[in-house]
């Protein structure tokens, strides 16, 4: 028997993904508010023990010198004579900017001699070697 009824349509079963974007976007920008960003040297140094070693608070100029005497400064490398025009822009724009020279334990003495020059002679007025704390 034939009745003609018309027939029920089926809905499809779906997620909604509007609702879902919403919540990425916000956990997104929830993280990202949250995060801290630090600047680093891009290069991994193994840095010496000292039993005086503190943390300094404000951001300061990040220089690294690795075991094979390179230097580098925002995850680029550098060589004396680009390093304190890097230093000279970077002190354009703040003066007050302190340097830490974060040198491998197994660094040249004459590597970090010269990066300690080339930031006097760009004039930053304050200079400090980073050390691991014991």
Same mark, same amino acid.
């Given at each position: 028997?034939?009745?003609?009824?018309? &027939? &029920?349509? &089926? *809905?499809? /079963?779906? $997620?909604?993904?509007?609702?879902?974007?919403? @919540? =990425?976007?916000?956990?997104? +920008?929830?993280? /990202?508010?949250?995060?801290?960003?630090?600047?680093?040297?891009? =290069?991994? $140094?193994?840095?010496?023990?000292?039993?005086? %070693?503190?943390?300094?608070?404000?951001?300061?100029?990040? +220089?690294? @010198?690795?075991?094979?005497?390179?230097?580098? @400064?925002?995850?680029?490398?550098?060589? @004396?004579?680009?390093?304190?025009? +890097?230093?000279?822009?970077? !002190? %354009?724009?703040?003066?007050?900017?302190? %340097? $830490? /020279?974060?040198?491998?334990?197994? %660094? =040249?003495?004459?590597? !970090? =001699?010269? /990066?300690?020059?080339?930031?006097?002679?760009?004039? $930053? *007025? *304050? +200079?400090?070697?980073?050390?691991?704390?014991?």
């Amino acid at each position: 028997m034939n009745f003609n009824l018309p &027939r &029920r349509k &089926r *809905k499809e /079963v779906g $997620v909604e993904m509007g609702p879902l974007m919403d @919540i =990425v976007f916000i956990l997104l +920008i929830f993280f /990202v508010v949250t995060s801290s960003f630090t600047r680093e040297t891009g =290069v991994d $140094v193994t840095k010496p023990q000292a039993q005086s %070693a503190s943390q300094l608070e404000k951001e300061n100029i990040l +220089i690294a @010198i690795t075991r094979e005497g390179t230097i580098h @400064i925002h995850e680029r490398q550098v060589d @004396i004579a680009s390093l304190q025009d +890097i230093l000279k822009q970077l !002190l %354009a724009k703040t003066p007050d900017r302190e %340097a $830490v /020279v974060i040198a491998d334990k197994n %660094a =040249v003495t004459g590597t !970090l =001699v010269q /990066v300690i020059d080339a930031c006097n002679l760009s004039g $930053v *007025k *304050k +200079i400090s070697i980073a050390a691991q704390a014991e």
